[in-house]
């Protein structure tokens, strides 16, 4: 063995290798670790210990006491070794292989009914859907990476595509197996989890820090996010932090069990600690009486949960119903109902958003709900405010729903000061003065300012050279500011007329940082078509939306040229958003600022191709398109699609008078009624199986 292999023993002068360590204390070593980590299992992941602490103290400092004698015996999975690294100086990026996706919220009944309906009309299915039902802690989202069985890396979320690397933070934790327990594990194992910090834990170190006059924390959220960002995993070791996983995402998915909930026991079999609330339900009826269930326990819990979290259970249709730009189609967060307060509004102010929309902000005597001090409240537009009657001076109950905008819920009126007036909306936008109108049929005011008016420019300018959309790296919000303020830009194509002295003229800008800004201004030239349409900032046209009308016309000036109607076509592009789409392009000032986007001097560009919409499709099809509704018997709609996709014929979303046939199923809904008044073709099943037959031959 040579030299870097031999350690020096602290207990004698003689040089030991792993070799010359005798054999009993090497199986000692080995009995001692599996004992421990046997009796961590029970005591952190079970919560039933068998052994008094005294005992388990006697058991660690025998193994610390042997690794001191043979230093050559100290492996990173040691239970002695939860606390071994230095303070770090920063996180590392990690970039997590699979992302770490959001939840979309369900906050009341209707909406989990509406979720499991969803589920049911997208595979087809009839019988009710099994899911897995899980308290939704209010913690911290952690992915932990497993290889031969060992902690190798621990990561936060981040934006879901990167995050932290925290792995001796989290090596502190004693629920956190640093060797997995068992067999049968894959070779690469990823699971994900919630970092927390226990109900009476948090009590106890917020009165510790208070007796000593140090900083307390709001709540036990904000608690494990601090303690997981400390520098030195001491400090980290000091904070009474638990994890509980709550899935897999290993690429391996073929060594582990199809169903979710399976997954979460060969998880608890492995050593990992899994919530004890988690439960297998059956269709909406199953999910709502598990969340009324968790409702009444949820403040006997030790830890604090913000809602229930429903999983589709089987692996095979989650993969089937896949996901939406950010969050899985299969699962959804059941929000408990956001604890409330009084307090009292102190002001009705409007203010302009990116859109031009005037909302009314109720500002408030500042108020703590659920640890965070509220001081605004949205009001969401003028025909809630008059609903709610809100008013200066009334006293109000605020309240905040996990990370949602705090909002007004109610007013006691026998509160109410006698002189109080009802708030009016403004004539005129409260930032450039211009006309504020409410378009018919809608319940939100708009400033008709446009581009001309600051609030709505900055906000617009913002979003253009924001990281989904064009990613021009450096033009913050604050910087966004200035060249507005200062009269730089006034139009997303100034932004390309800059010149680094315009740059370094501003505030806090150095030569590095302009050259920065000019580079990534540079970069920008070359895009996508769907990133440069997302950047406009449409009305509800969101980064899928961008994509599907990217690869159906294919060019800029084919989606600007198309009616209504012909926008209907795009997949999941339905009426209203159809008539957003146009009448964006329709303005004169939008078309002015595309051309100074598209002129020589602005330069940006994309690939463009023919789109499917004009491909000509090959055969028998070709050229029609199909509309579904209803539920069929004999395929689910993705089966129908591609049957008709096969043949070279198209499938759209709505219901237009371009459509040659409707193809309807079991439940028709509203497109029924809409190609009956079309005068459209309609196939009943056996109808669309003799059509499908008929082309085949």
Known sequence: MNDSCARRSSSSSITISLMEIPQPARQLAADLRAEIRKHDYQ?????????????????????????????????????????????????????????????????????????????????????????SAEPKLDGVAISLLYEGGRLIRAATRGDGSTGEDVTHNVRTIKSVPLQLAGSGWPERLEVRGEVYMPRAGFEAMNKRAAAAGEKTFANPRNAAAGSLRQLD??????????????????????????????????????????????????????????????????DELPYDIDGIVYKVNDLSLQERLGRVARAPR?????????????????????????????????????VEVGGVTVSNATLHNFDELRRKDVRVGDTVIVRRAGDVIPEIVSVLKDRRPADSQPVELPGHCPVCGSDVIRPEGEAVARCTGGLYCSAQRKESLKHFVSRRALDIAGLGSKLIDQLVDTGLVKSPGDLYRLTKEDLIELERMGQKSADNIMAALDKSRETTLERFLYALGIRDVGEATAKSLARYYGSLDRIIAASEEDLQEVPDVGPIVAARIHAFFSQPHNQSVLKDLRDSNTGIQWPETAG???????????????????????????EAKDKIEALGGRVSGSVSSRTAFLVQGHDPGSKAKKAQKLKVDVLDEAGFIRLLTTKHS
């Open 233 to 298: 995993p001491q400090v980290t070791a000091n904070r009474p932090l638990d994890m509980f996983v709550y899935g897999a995402a290993t690429a391996m998915a073929e060594q582990l069990p199809g169903l979710h909930s399976e997954i979460l026991e060969r998880l608890s079999q492995w050593g990992l600690k899994v919530c004890p609330q988690s439960s297998v339900v059956e269709g909406a009826a199953g999910c709502l009486a598990y969340f009324r269930e968790l409702s009444v326990i949820r």
């Open 330 to 366: 299969w699962d959804i967060a059941h929000k408990f109902p956001a604890q409330e307060q009084l307090t009292v509004v102190r002001a009705v102010e409007f203010q302009v958003g990116r859109t031009g929309a005037v909302t009314p902000v109720a500002r408030l005597e500042p």
């Open 612 to 638: 499917e919409a004009n491909t000509s499709g090959e055969g028998p099809l070709a050229g029609m398109t199909f509309v579904l509704t209803g539920k069929l018997d004999a395929f689910s709609r993705t």
């Open 43 to 131: 005591y952190h992941v079970l919560d039933a210990p068998v052994i008094p602490d005294a005992e388990y103290d006697r058991l660690l400092l025998q193994l610390k006491e042997l690794e001191k004698q043979y230093p050559d015996l100290v492996t990173p999975e040691s239970p002695t070794q939860r606390v071994g690294a230095a303070p770090e100086s920063g996180f590392k990026p990690v970039r997590h292989e699979r992302p770490m996706l959001s939840l979309e919220n369900a906050f009341d009944e209707d909406e989990v009914i509406a979720f499991d309906r969803r589920i049911s009309e997208r595979l087809g299915l009839e019988d009710s859907i099994s899911y």
